[in-house]
């Protein structure tokens, strides 16, 4: 921070010792020097000074006042540089970075050329991604301080964001030259890294053959061998030098062979298409690679028949006798093909009889096995049948294998996870526990077994099985939050939604895109850090992640979470009984409620500052961190969430970064769909469905939505409310899909090439009872059918098509004809726990 000027020498004196104390962080000593300016009656509305009173009290958690302050100072001296930097710094700490940056740029009228504010504006520009505006303030910072290389970094990197590749090629080349003439340049870190980078620009610039010349010339002062290897066969093959390509890629199988991008590279350096081809280039990879495992495994990719049978053979053999406990998963892809898939079941029974009756594996080789040869084609068996849903026979060989060995806890995983496949997360829920408990110092034991609990809904328990692991906390739950463990509190809103607490699901799921804000604002340091330590490539590669950090599938799931909640208080408002906290308010005295009340409000205050950072307040003291969080979790609590008056707006606040992260999603455009439904958006809903249709036209649940749209937009125009010219761009941009015909038409169209699907047929019927009321008990027998015939068929399409009888969305059905099918579902799925009678299991969906 810059000294004010025009001070007296005394004055100014306080005023660099109050700066100093500033960035010495005593923030309070500091205070003490300004307050002796303040107290002269000449300066007590001295700006400069008013301004750095408020800074250091905002650095002592005091906002309001500081905000005042600052203010105050503008005021007295609206010209001040200083005071305009201040107010942006605050504006800055408050992650309000668009009013930073006027703040920023203010200053900069009055003082043009300080690197300082420079820096702190470019800083900010980037991390909103103004590229535009990055470059201009990176221009003007490499000219008041050309002889830093963070300059010449920055300034290159803001040309390569803004895709002028020309110009911060030539920068870089400036800056090498400039890093030569250092000592031992050649030899370091931060040269090796530059050149990485400078080669990273060329590429993209679309200079293939200039970015292979530049790492010929400098690929000996570049340290990380494994990248140069890696570019040079990149660029070969993109330039089709099939025979340099296969040079370089030789010597990184010969570094890594369990890397299977390289055997990938290597096929397209051979020009390989056919599966011979590459079976035999495997093969020969064996000999100079006799250790290596992938390429064992990737043989079987490529192989056919009785090649298949011989090869796999001796795979599985090799592998049992090791004791592979991943080994299903290995060879799992393989089951795409079902004549694989068999011949690999024909050869474990037989290993598993030959080993019983000969203890060992093949009649031709008699070679004893070791006992626990046994245990793991048991294992191997058991994972089998359950990926065929043959979950009795899977049950049978687990237990085998358990009463084999009873002491590996890998055993008992699996059973968990047979039945949780088969649809009893209660049952799957306690084998996990038993898991556990053969090893309690798993760590990853530990949090599939909670985990599972959360399937189960059993909250409670899965909260005290994560307790193990979180040393010295009270909140286990507000311990795991701190550390951004992101699937435990999606797994916790998804369980609190499934047993219809809305509350504390969406309170979990706005934690949840808080941390994903905070994912966002964690590059903020790194923006400055990486220009200084030359890191330019990785720097690059974090902005590129951050730009799509919300594409993550967890914060998907989240989003789809909160919006379905949120449709559901839409539709039916569910208000929490306040009556209870209004007798106790009732039986306090006057003195005791003005206190409650006044407590309320500042809790309230606090939250809504917490809210306006959209994360947790930042500030120098840690017990105001902690006050200011327990405030948030005071006053937004469940009933806050669950008792919103606006919830399509708060759904909307969940959709819109679905819609700008993940638009090739056909479930995004599915929940754009049913909130611009419900606000009776016709254009929007006519965006969903043109994007969904682009994506997926023959999605059941996107069916559904077509017909809905146009019975709506028929219903509109008979009434007189959808009128030209809107009604004309409807028909035209909906004819494509509707094709002149009547939703009936397209419901039938749907149903004839989908009648063997079940997902399918589900819509199909909830399409003919919105078509046609009457039509109740033909859409019930639609979806409601079991036949072997129809595919799909699971727990999951059954609970959905139980729910949508006991939701009336296909009208109103019996009780004794959702009995029936329950009572159907129960003999196909007899382990499904809801489908259980209510005197089996309490988890019954009609309970």
Request: glycine share 4%; with cysteine.
């Amino acid at each position: 921070m810059p000294v004010s000027t025009n001070l007296p020498l005394k004055e100014n004196s306080l005023f660099k010792r109050a700066m100093k104390c500033y960035e010495n962080k005593q923030y309070k000593n500091g205070i003490k020097f300004i307050n002796q300016i303040l107290v002269n009656p000449k300066y007590a509305e001295h700006g400069e000074t008013l301004a750095v009173k408020g800074l250091l009290l905002y650095c002592l958690g005091k906002r309001d006042d500081a905000y005042d302050y600052v203010k105050k100072g503008l005021k007295m001296e609206l010209k001040s540089y200083l005071c305009w930097h201040t107010y942006g710094i605050l504006h800055r700490s408050d992650k309000n970075y668009e009013e930073a940056i006027k703040c920023f740029r203010n200053a900069l009228r009055w003082e043009s050329g300080n690197a300082q504010i420079l820096q702190d504006l470019s800083v900010l520009q980037v991390q909103i991604r103004d590229l535009e505006g990055y470059l201009d303030t990176r221009a003007k910072l490499f000219q008041v301080a050309p002889t830093q290389r963070a300059a010449w970094a920055g300034y290159a990197v803001a040309h390569h964001l803004n895709r002028d590749f020309e110009t911060c090629l030539k920068i870089l080349l400036t800056l090498r030259k400039n890093l030569n003439s250092c000592y031992s340049s050649y030899s370091s870190n931060e040269y090796s890294e530059l050149l990485l980078y400078e080669n990273l620009v060329i590429e993209e610039s679309g200079d293939l053959t200039g970015a292979l010349k530049h790492l010929s010339e400098h690929q000996d002062y570049i340290r990380d061998r494994v990248a140069v290897f890696e570019n040079f066969s990149r660029l070969h093959l993109e330039l089709k030098n099939y025979k340099d390509a296969e040079t370089y890629i030789n010597q990184l199988l010969a570094r890594n062979p369990e890397r299977i991008t390289y055997y990938f590279w290597l096929f397209e350096a051979l020009e390989l298409e056919t599966d011979e081809g590459k079976f035999e280039t495997l093969n020969n990879l064996l000999k100079t690679l006799p250790r290596a495992r992938l390429p064992r495994r990737m043989i079987l990719d490529y192989i056919h028949g009785d090649q298949f049978s011989v090869e796999v053979g001796i795979y599985l053999q090799r592998e049992f006798r090791r004791g592979v406990p991943p080994l299903f998963v290995d060879i799992r892809p393989l089951y795409k093909d079902n004549k694989k898939a068999k011949i690999i079941e024909t050869l474990v029974i037989d290993y598993k009889q030959c080993l019983i009756d000969n203890g060992c594996l093949v009649k031709e080789i008699q070679q004893l096995e070791s006992p626990t040869t046994l245990l793991w084609i048991y294992y191997f068996l058991a994972q089998h049948y359950c990926y065929f849903k043959n979950y009795d026979e899977a049950l049978s060989y687990i237990d085998l294998a358990i009463c084999h060995t009873p002491t590996l806890p890998d055993l008992y995983m699996t059973k968990g996870k047979i039945y949780k496949k088969a649809g009893n997360h209660e049952l799957a829920s306690d084998w996990l526990m038993e898991a556990r408990e053969l090893d309690s110092s798993d760590r990853f034991i530990n949090s599939k077994c909670a985990y599972y609990h959360f399937k189960a809904n059993r909250i409670k328990i899965a909260e005290e099985v994560t307790s193990f692991f979180t040393v010295d906390c009270v909140n286990v739950t507000e311990s795991l939050s701190e550390m951004q463990c992101i699937w435990y509190l999606l797994e916790f809103a998804l369980a609190y939604e499934r047993l219809g607490m809305y509350g504390d699901a969406l309170k979990k799921c706005h934690e949840i895109d808080r941390h994903f804000v905070q994912f966002y604002q964690d590059q903020f340091d790194f923006h400055s850090y990486c220009l200084r330590g030359m890191t330019l490539r990785p720097y690059i590669y974090l902005l590129r992640f951050e730009e799509d950090v919300k594409d993550h599938e967890f914060y998907k799931k989240t989003a789809q979470c909160a919006i379905r909640i949120y449709l559901r208080l839409h539709d039916a408002p569910k208000k929490i009984d306040t009556s209870e906290s209004t007798n106790e308010t009732n039986s306090l005295t006057s003195s005791e409620l003005r206190k409650l009340k006044n407590k309320e409000r500042k809790a309230k205050k606090r939250a809504e500052l917490a809210k306006i950072c959209d994360e947790k307040y930042e500030t120098k003291s840690k017990s105001k961190v902690e006050d200011i969080c327990d405030a948030y979790n005071e006053y937004f609590n469940a009933d806050f969430f669950q008792n919103t008056p606006t919830p399509l707006e708060e759904a909307l606040r969940f959709l819109l970064p679905l819609k700008a992260f993940s638009p090739h999603d056909i479930t995004t455009h599915l929940a754009a769909f049913e909130i611009y439904y419900r606000k009776g958006k016709s254009l929007l809903m006519l965006q969903a469905i043109k994007r969904g249709y682009s994506i997926d036209p023959d999605h059941p649940l996107f069916h559904e939505m077509i017909v809905r749209f146009t019975l709506l937009v028929h219903k509109a125009k008979s009434e007189g409310i959808l009128k030209f010219p809107l009604s004309e761009v409807v028909d035209r941009q909906m004819e494509p899909i509707w094709k002149g015909r009547t939703p009936k038409e397209i419901n039938d169209d749907f149903l004839k090439r989908h009648q063997f699907s079940l997902p399918g047929l589900v819509q199909a019927a909830r399409c003919l009872y919105l078509i046609d009321n009457s039509k109740q008990s033909e859409a019930y027998e639609l979806c409601t059918s079991l036949d072997d015939s129809i595919q799909d068929v699971n727990v999951e399409e059954c609970s959905r098509v139980a729910n949508y009888m006991k939701y009336g969305l296909l009208g109103h059905i019996k009780k004794e004809e959702i009995d029936s099918y329950l009572k159907k579902c129960h003999e196909k799925f007899p382990l499904a726990s809801v489908f259980m009678p209510p005197e089996e299991s309490q988890t019954n969906i009609f309970n």
